[in-house]
C-alpha cells in the first residue's frame, strides 16, 4: 500500500505572513490538526500543528482583554511559529515507511509532494489507522482467528488449503514480526467459510492451534 491510497488531497494550507489568529481561527474552525505551510509556487516550506497554536497562544489567566489578544495574534505571523525542520513523502512512500517517520520523529502528518517540490496532499496518523484497520479486514463481517504454525516453508500454505478446501474465502491476512518462541508463526487472519466449526477443527488437527476466535461483524466483536 503507497501513501496515494490514504492521503488526503483537499489539502487547506498557509503562508508564512499569514497572522497567527488567521491560521488557528481556520483550524478550528474546520477541525484540523496540521496545516502545511507553502511559498508564492505552492512548494512545502513548513509546518503547523495544533500543539504549535496552543503554546503560540496566550495563558487562561492573562489579564489582557479579548480585543488586546485578538490585536496582538493579528501582529504574530506563521513564519514566526512554524516547525522549520520538515518531514516529506511522496504519494509513491510506502505507508510502512511514511508511518516509520511519523514515529521515530514524534509527528501526527506529512505533507506529500509532486517531483516539483509542490504539495499535492498530507497524511495523518489517522488515515495510517484508517490503512491498518483495511489490512486488518475492517468491518466485513467474517471470523478473526489466531493461529499458531509452524514457521516453516508451506505452512502458510498448507493453512490457506484448508481454509480453500472448506470453500472459505480469505479477507486478510496478517502474520506480525516478533521474535517467536519454540520456532511458531502467529498468525491473524479473517474469513468467510459456510462451517467455521469443521474449519477450526482441521486446522487444529492438520496445521497448528487456534488460540482465537471472533465473529466480526460492522456492529462489533464477539469471541467464540
Excluded at 75 to 102: G, P
Excluded at 108 to 137: C, H, N, Q, R, W
Aim: charged fraction near 25%; aromatic fraction near 6%.
Amino acid at each position: 500500500m503507497y501513501v496515494k491510497n490514504w492521503m488526503k488531497t483537499d489539502v487547506v494550507t498557509a503562508s508564512k505572513d499569514d497572522s497567527f489568529y488567521k491560521v488557528a481561527k481556520s483550524m478550528q474552525d474546520m477541525k484540523i490538526r496540521h496545516m502545511p505551510v507553502v511559498d508564492e509556487n505552492g512548494k512545502v516550506i513548513g509546518m503547523i500543528s495544533d500543539r504549535d497554536v496552543r503554546l503560540a497562544s496566550p495563558s487562561a489567566a492573562t489579564s489582557l482583554s479579548r480585543g488586546e489578544i485578538g490585536y496582538l495574534l493579528e501582529k504574530i505571523t506563521v513564519a514566526e511559529i512554524m516547525n522549520h525542520q520538515l518531514f516529506t513523502v511522496k504519494s509513491d512512500t510506502t505507508i510502512e515507511y511514511a508511518s516509520k517517520i511519523m514515529k521515530e520523529n514524534k509527528i501526527g502528518a506529512l505533507p506529500v509532494i509532486g517531483e516539483d517540490g509542490k504539495i499535492i496532499g498530507i497524511i495523518s496518523t489517522i488515515d495510517i489507522l484508517e490503512a491498518f484497520y483495511d489490512v486488518m479486514g475492517g468491518s466485513a463481517k467474517s471470523n478473526r482467528l489466531t493461529v499458531q504454525i509452524d514457521d516453516a516453508i508451506g505452512s502458510m500454505a498448507k493453512l490457506t488449503k484448508i481454509i480453500s478446501d472448506h470453500v472459505g474465502f480469505i479477507i486478510s491476512i496478517v502474520t506480525p514480526y516478533y521474535e517467536r518462541e519454540n520456532m511458531k508463526r502467529e498468525i491473524v487472519i479473517r474469513i468467510q467459510t459456510p462451517d467455521i466449526a469443521a474449519t477450526i477443527k482441521d486446522i487444529e488437527e492438520n496445521c497448528g492451534e487456534v488460540t482465537a476466535n471472533f465473529e466480526c461483524n460492522p456492529e462489533g466483536w464477539e469471541k467464540k
